[in-house]
């Protein structure tokens, strides 16, 4: 999941283009691109989308108005269907939304004839609550596959404004990372507004994966080539991954031993089960 791109599912021509972007998911967008007078109606293009998107590369994800909206149980009663991978939970803020999304899923699951758990879960949390109950947010379901962070909603929550250096959400954005890492699901970063200036859009990237992000949301196809270069482990990354781990078990574990040096350094266990866990990630 390191490009999740939203398409407003309002925009015919928006949804037309969305596979040749590239993106690990297309995301049809019932949430902040739709305005409140249309969400309604936006529920039966969204059903004829996931219909009609091509399988190939990419899964197939619906954002969904959050519970507080009063909106989310039709939301899902219209998309839930064959072809959905799965759905991402605006303002998710408690274990309640968590189970309560679980259950009408379930439901929806067996009365279609789809296998339990078939739809995948994706937290968006975005406001100090959902900051503050992250850790239980992120293990509150087996069908949770992601967590997302949303930084203007949080910023907004709080009454701060956003600025360049970010200053104000960073604590928010690691504190989501580490919780998805304690559940053992995949920590997206935050969207970002900001399209064209593809330098800035690298180095926010990057940051966000020094941070533990695996992955970022994204909200046009130009962001899309930069996500999947920044979260994909770079060639001389991969080939010291390999050295790393071939050496490691070579005179390492076949010797008995925990440390060993290399190129310099010294080689320990959390070394060697980070450049493995490198080598998982491009086998995924």
């Not at 407003?8 to 283009?17: A, D, G, L, S, W």
């Not at 969305?18 to 995301?27: E, F, H, R, T, Y």
């Not at 994800?61 to 269907?81: H, M, P, S």
């Not at 954005?173 to 970063?189: F, M, N």
Request: net charge negative; with cysteine.
């Amino acid at each position: 999941m390191r490009s999740v791109m939203t398409v407003p599912v309002i925009v015919p021509r928006f949804i037309e283009k969305a596979p040749a972007a590239g993106a690990d998911v297309i995301c049809l967008d019932l949430e902040d691109s739709v305005p409140p007078a249309e969400k309604a109606g936006a529920r039966a293009p969204a059903r004829l989308a996931i219909e009609s998107m091509p399988r190939g590369a990419s899964s197939v994800y619906v954002r969904v108005n959050g519970f507080w909206t009063g909106l989310t149980g039709d939301d899902l009663e219209a998309i839930v269907q064959p072809g959905l991978d799965g759905v991402i939970l605006a303002k998710a803020e408690s274990v309640e939304d968590i189970k309560r999304a679980d259950y009408i899923l379930a439901r929806l699951e067996s009365e279609r004839g789809l296998e339990a758990g078939a739809v995948a879960l994706v937290p968006l949390v975005e406001t100090a609550k959902g900051i503050a109950y992250a850790r239980e947010i992120c293990d509150a379901s087996p069908r949770i596959a992601a967590a997302v962070f949303g930084a203007e909603d949080y910023a907004t929550d709080i009454g701060v404004q956003r600025t360049e250096g970010g200053q104000e959400i960073r604590w928010a954005r690691s504190a989501l990372a580490v919780a998805a890492h304690a559940a053992g699901i995949t920590p997206i970063d935050t969207p970002d507004p900001d399209y064209t200036d593809e330098n800035h859009l690298r180095r926010e990237m990057e940051l966000a994966k020094s941070m533990g992000y695996r992955g970022k949301l994204v909200i046009h196809p130009t962001q899309v080539a930069i996500a999947n270069e920044v979260f994909r482990p770079s060639e001389a990354e991969i080939a010291e991954a390999r050295l790393v781990v071939e050496a490691f078990e070579r005179e390492g574990l076949a010797q008995g031993r925990a440390a060993i040096p290399f190129g310099g350094k010294m080689v320990d266990t959390p070394i060697y089960w980070r450049a493995k866990r490198v080598l998982e990630t491009i086998d995924d």
